[in-house]
């Protein structure tokens, strides 16, 4: 009996050790948990305030840069928007390429890189104590890229941000990989 008690027990630490070399130490990062913190909204910034430029240099001022990247525009009448539209599509072309939407579709490693940020965007908004589904498998995100389907931790927040404040904290402390993609090499 004291022999199938020593040897269960063996059998446990062992299990234990194995799962312990699994698991990562308390206080060290992953590479992913790394890249997330560097994506600095300062870069969406700029791209915002060089847009703004353009379009005061061009003859429509008014324009400010918003920090998670967005401009606010002065108001316009609908002819003085569509006015102003081509200079606005000009503008964004030069400066922010995830906003224009002329960004060349990612290759399948960058996808798989974002597929990770996208991940760690998800342990930081459940961390805000957002409801979110958790995320698929690599693979499973890597086939609905790009599609309806396509699984984001930014994508599921729906009515759960419903007031500016929690908007500008959920986006300063967790910002959307998605407006990063274009930047993934």
Known sequence: MLKIRVLASVALLGVALTTAGC???PGIDSKWATAYRALDQTSLYDAAQKTADCLSEAGYPGFTALPDG??????????????????????????????SGKTPPLSPGQIVQMYHLEVEAYKC??????????????QVYSDHYGTAEAW?????????VDSQAKAAKATKTCPDPLWFSAGIK
């Open 125 to 138: 908004l459940t961390r805000l104590h957002y409801a979110l589904k958790p995320p698929p498998s690599e």
């Open 152 to 160: 984001g931790a930014w994508s599921q927040l729906g009515g759960q």
């Open 23 to 25: 698991s990562q130490a």
């Open 70 to 99: 967005g401009l606010k525009h002065p108001s316009f009448t609908a002819d003085q928007l569509t006015a102003t539209q081509a200079a606005i599509t000009q503008c964004v072309d030069k400066f922010d390429p995830f906003m």
